[in-house]
Every structure is written in C-alpha cells, then in structure tokens.
C-alpha cells in the first residue's frame, strides 16, 4: 500500500518549452501533496505544499508563476514548469501524505536543453 | 526553527562491518525523527521513523536507529552492511500538530559506499 507514481519519469525539453509532471497517490488519499527539487549530490529542497482545491503555498524563492502547480483530486497533482531553461533542469520528486504517513514517489528527471 | 545536521557526506564501510550513519538534529519540541534511502535516480524510501514511545526504532533491511533526547540524535546503525546497502542516506525531522506530522525538514544526506 502507500504508492506514490510520477509520470513521466524522465523528460527532455527544449528551451523555452513548458513541461507538464503528474503525480499520483495510486491506493490512498492524500491530504497533503508536496513538491521538491534535488540538485545533484544535494538534499531535497521543498518547493510547495499544497491542498487538494486549494492554491499551493510556495517556499521562499520559488517562482509561483514559473512552477504551476495543480491540486485537482485528493490522488492527483500536477506541476507546470512553465518556459523551461537549462537551470530548470532537475530532479522532482513529489510526495503525498495521508494520516497514516508521508510517501514519496520515484521522481522525474527533467533535462531542459 | 528545526534542522538536521548529518555529520559526513560520504561513509565508506567494507561489506559484513558496522555501518553507522550520524544525525543530529535541533528542535524547540521532541520530534518526529525519520531515515530515509535513497538509490541512483530514485525516490525516498522510508527506513524507519520516531514518533513515540520506544526509543531504539526498528527498520527495514536490518537497520535501527536510536532516539537520544539528551544528545539530539537519531544515528542510523546496521551491525553488517551488504554491498545492496550502498545508497544515499536522508535523516529528517517533522513537527507535531496535535499529533499529526507536520513538513518535513531533510538533512544533507550521506552516501553510504560498501566496499567488497
């Protein structure tokens, strides 16, 4: 139980173009969505949190416009990164909770060139 | 604020000896403690975690960790590695909300090498 999907899991962009990342809590409910990014060799940074049909709440210096996000069911999000560059390039993993724990799904490597 | 600090970004062991991983952590109320592994171009998996109660926490794949208040850690131990132990390694940290987990906040991580 618990499973959290990405889709897609890896993603090659070129410049300029927008990139659309799904996430999916496959066999619950969550409360809660979450948002990071992982640079290379670097911990996870959290991006946003947010609340199924409610707006997301962003962290500190990340761009709201530049990273949509979208909170549409209770197992599904969504996050936009709108006119991709190179600097976008990352690793993005979501993560869903639940009352039971927070779970985190495999992560989308998005290569913006 | 809370935090977590991992003493060492890279543990190198030899397959079959102890492998022990270091967190420590800063919080103004007790915590909820969490490892988690991460393997090349992968997502979190959750090891183990301190919510209550029982202070030496039990874990997949052999690991344990042990909830010190008074020195604010939560290091992560495995009596034997196993070369399929080699991964990066996350402590984290959460509030409590009326007994519910707030955000977590992730340490820097520690890759963990095993050499045969």
């Known amino acids: 139980g618990a499973v959290v999907s990405q889709h897609p899991s890896w993603v090659i962009c070129k410049s300029g173009t927008s990139v659309k990342i799904e996430c999916r809590s496959l066999?619950?409910?969550?409360?809660?969505m979450f948002w990071y990014r992982q640079f290379p060799k670097q911990s996870l940074m959290l991006m946003a949190t947010?609340?199924?049909?409610?707006?997301?709440?962003?962290e500190q210096g990340v761009e709201k416009d530049k990273f949509l996000i979208n909170h549409a069911s209770l197992t599904l999000s969504t996050l936009t990164v709108t006119s991709a560059h190179p600097e976008d390039s990352s690793f993005y993993i979501c993560?869903?909770?639940?009352?039971?724990?927070?779970?985190f799904g495999p992560g989308t490597r998005l290569l913006v060139l | 604020a809370q935090s977590v600090t991992q003493l060492g970004s890279h543990v190198s062991v030899s397959e079959g000896a102890l492998v022990l991983l270091r967190c420590n952590y800063s919080s103004s109320v007790p915590p909820y403690l969490f490892w988690y592994v991460q393997y090349p171009n992968q997502g979190l998996q959750l090891l183990l975690k301190y919510t209550t109660g029982a202070t030496l926490v039990k874990g997949i794949n052999g690991f344990e960790a042990e909830f010190k208040k008074s020195e604010t850690s939560f290091h992560l131990t495995k009596p034997s590695a196993h070369m399929s132990d080699a991964a990066e390694y996350f402590c984290?940290?959460?509030?409590?909300?009326?007994?519910?987990?707030?955000?977590?906040?992730f340490g820097k991580g520690t890759k963990l090498s095993v050499k045969p």
């Open positions: 984290a940290v959460s509030d409590r909300y009326g007994g519910s987990q707030g955000n977590l906040i």
């Open positions: 947010s609340n199924e049909g409610s707006k997301a709440t962003y």
């Open positions: 066999d619950f409910q969550a409360t809660t």
């Open positions: 993560s869903a909770r639940d009352y039971g724990g927070q779970y």
